[in-house]
């Protein structure tokens, strides 16, 4: 009579074993992955569409003044009123116009308060003082008046 004997191992353990951490080791680099791509591959095409979008406005706003200072009167006021995009990116953003530093020329600064972009206002910004501040939402105007009120 032959005798069927079964070793008792601990196979499995060790299956078990190996399945918990090559699940653990996964999931840990899904989280990781997570954050890599949430950086890479949405913030940062979202802020280069940011940057863009804000030098875009910025010149928007320039050539509306560089064009109401030429059909200016020599002595009077005009305004003209202008629409902005209400958000870029799905974020609100404020136009800041204002000289900075001891340079001559001024600036239209366009930021979020994560992503600024600076234009240069063309052709008046040496010599005539120009300031205001803005946000997207709304009608926004721009007022010229040759007394310098």
Do not use: W
């Not at 030429?70 to 990116?89: H, K, M, N, W, Y």
Request: proline share 2%; net charge negative; hydrophobic share 40%.
């Amino acid at each position: 009579m032959t005798k069927i004997c079964r070793n008792l191992d601990d196979d499995g353990v060790s299956i078990m074993t190996e399945y918990l951490t090559i699940t653990s080791v996964l999931v840990v680099m899904f989280v990781i992955m997570m954050f890599v791509v949430n950086a890479g591959l949405i913030e940062g095409p979202a802020n280069t569409l940011k940057y863009h979008s804000y030098v875009d406005i910025g010149n928007g706003v320039s050539v509306r003044m560089v064009d109401l200072y030429a059909i200016a009167p020599g002595d009077g006021t005009i305004r003209t009123s202008f629409d902005l995009p209400d958000e870029v990116a799905g974020e609100d953003y404020e136009v800041i116009v204002s000289l900075e530093g001891l340079e001559e020329s001024q600036f239209i600064t366009v930021t979020d308060g994560s992503v600024m972009a600076k234009v240069a206002i063309s052709g008046i910004g040496a010599t005539r003082g120009v300031t205001g501040r803005t946000t997207g939402s709304g009608f926004n105007m721009i007022s010229y008046n040759s007394s310098g009120v």
